[in-house]
């Protein structure tokens, strides 16, 4: 089982990549924090399943003022370096409601460059 407290995350996509995000785990109860990139705060709260997928919620707020909500389904998939790379399956909420598909990978090294 993935214990995904402590864990750093950043988008796969290069237009993102200033975007850290935080995750933290107690039990089955996953939550985190994010920001980066056009967005100024967000957090997710959801809970892992046996199988170490992630089911959550999440809100943000974007470097525009708009607030953004949804939820997410994410599915782990380990590295040969030992990290974890996460399939997400997304959908937002609300008047700029969309569906979608992306990853995040785990930051597995100290450099402020990643932070």
Excluded: K
């Amino acid at each position: 089982m993935i214990n995904y407290d402590g864990r750093r995350f950043r988008p796969a996509e290069a237009e993102a990549r200033g975007r850290v995000a935080v995750y933290h785990q107690e039990g089955d109860l996953v939550w985190g924090e994010f920001s980066g990139g056009r967005v100024r705060r967000g957090a997710l709260t959801g809970t892992r399943a046996p199988d170490d997928t992630l089911e959550f919620a999440y809100s943000m707020v974007l470097d525009d003022g708009q607030v953004v909500s949804g939820r997410c389904r994410s599915t782990p998939e380990f590295r040969e370096d030992g990290g974890v790379d996460l399939h997400e399956e997304w959908e937002r909420f609300g008047p700029h409601a969309a569906t979608g598909r992306s990853r995040i990978n785990e930051i597995r090294d100290d450099s402020r460059e990643q932070r």
